[in-house]
């Protein structure tokens, strides 16, 4: 199939990741469940499950339980990955609180890349493996992100910093 028939909308992308979500906690997605998660009429699911179907994303019949495809369960997959890398980053290294972090990576998630989407999963992982970043060095980022002007413990932190490289060296 060609990729423009294939390509989704963010709301279609929503359905599927509620499809894929429900599907997962109940083996199936009913359309009132559906509605009731994403906030709309049920007339509007079945707009959007008749046009996911056609895209050969879902199984689904009128009235009946609705699936994923093999491409469907790719494709969610994609997005649910998306969601989760940037509400865990908005949220343990931008200092959002859950619920900000969620809707925020909801907003997010339907306009990221894949390139960029690699990039930020590489960042996190320098931050959290690097021997000059690592657990004390998230926490500094996470405090600065409380607080304004500048750090009043900047050699302090640095002595720190140090001190635990050269652990790390001699372990």
């Known amino acids: 199939m060609n990729k423009k028939k294939k390509q989704l909308t963010p709301s279609l992308e929503d359905y599927l990741e509620?499809?894929?979500?429900l599907e997962?906690?109940?083996s199936s997605a009913q359309?009132?469940?559906i509605a009731s998660n994403l906030g709309v009429k049920r007339?509007?699911?079945t707009g959007a499950l008749r046009t996911l179907a056609a895209k050969g994303l879902i199984n689904y019949e009128p009235y009946s339980k609705i699936t994923l495809t093999p491409e469907g369960f790719r494709q969610a997959t994609r997005i649910v990955h998306r969601h989760k890398v940037l509400a865990e980053f908005l949220e343990n290294f931008l200092c959002l609180n859950r619920k900000q972090a969620e809707e925020?990576?909801?907003r997010l998630e339907h306009h990221i890349d894949d390139l960029t989407l690699e990039r930020l999963i590489d960042?996190?992982?320098f931050i959290q493996k690097c021997p000059r970043t690592g657990k004390s060095w998230i926490k500094a980022l996470q405090n600065h992100c409380h607080k304004t002007g500048n750090c009043?413990?900047?050699k302090k932190c640095l002595q720190k910093a140090l001190e635990e490289f050269e652990e790390k060296k001699s372990s």
């Open 31 to 33: 359309a009132k469940d």
């Open 152 to 154: 009043s413990v900047c």
């Open 18 to 21: 509620t499809i894929f979500h």
């Open 24 to 26: 997962n906690t109940y």
């Open 123 to 125: 960042f996190i992982d």
């Open 104 to 106: 925020n990576a909801c």
């Open 43 to 45: 007339a509007s699911v």
